[in-house]
């Protein structure tokens, strides 16, 4: 496994394939992004994403079936592995610890 540190945008991508489950192909991906952070994602910006993550071993991939309203091109679908989920749970720590140490911030509720 290539290094398992996490960028912010890695961070996010593999949140939303682990959020959407059995449906994480690249244009959801990518969709949902946009929906959850406001922020316009580029295709090509997850796709590259997509492949580093699964040559860190952080998701492994697997095609579908071919479909007509395709074109008879197949979806490549997403999931995050046993290291991804060590990983997000690291990343999750070590923001919580941070956070925690700033004076008047509160992550359970007001600020």
């Not at 490549?76 to 749970?89: D, F, P, S």
């Amino acid at each position: 496994m290539k290094g398992a540190n996490l960028g912010e945008f890695e961070e996010l991508v593999l949140l939303t394939i682990a959020a959407l489950v059995n449906d994480a192909y690249s244009v959801a991906v990518c969709d949902e992004l946009e929906k959850h952070t406001g922020r316009a994602t580029k295709l090509g910006v997850v796709h590259a994403v997509l492949n580093r993550l699964e040559e860190k071993g952080l998701v492994k991939s697997r095609l579908g079936d071919a479909t007509s309203a395709r074109g008879g091109k197949r979806k490549r679908y997403y999931e995050v592995t046993h290291a991804g989920k060590v990983g997000l749970t690291k990343a999750r720590e070590a923001r919580e610890t941070l956070w925690n140490m700033i004076p008047g911030f509160n992550l359970e509720g007001s600020i």
